[in-house]
């Protein structure tokens, strides 16, 4: 089993900036790629950015050029930096961890970005 606490949510203006932190705890040497799913309001949920444990990203078509995955292994803590932050970026933020046979999910932080 693996659990993950998310931190760093919360109300920022369009425009401004805002950092996500997911603690991994359990399992850890199981995952194969953490990374970060958003929900908005009466959407699916949506891939934001994936890391794989050698190193290569993947990120959101809306997200691009504006929003940096990283990690700390020491602290198993994955990182999502959020920059230039719209309206549309408005969502619960989920950490995932995917293992050799399990996905799992953290209980979400909520990112509201206003006009």
């Known amino acids: 089993q693996v659990q993950l606490v998310e931190s760093g949510g919360g109300l920022v203006q369009a425009g401004g900036s805002l950092r996500l932190s997911c603690a991994a705890s359990g399992s850890i040497s199981s995952i194969k790629i953490m990374g970060w799913y958003r929900q908005a309001p009466g959407k699916q949920r949506e891939l934001v950015a994936h890391?794989?444990?050698?190193?290569?990203?993947q990120y959101g078509d809306s997200v691009k050029g504006r929003f940096t995955i990283s990690r700390d292994n020491a602290k198993n803590t994955v990182f999502l930096q959020m920059n230039n932050l719209k309206p549309g970026d408005t969502a619960v933020y989920y950490c995932?961890?995917?293992?050799?046979?399990?996905?799992?999910w953290g209980q979400g932080t909520q990112v509201t970005v206003s006009s």
């Open positions: 995932a961890a995917v293992g050799a046979t399990s996905l799992f």
């Open positions: 890391l794989a444990s050698g190193g290569n990203t």
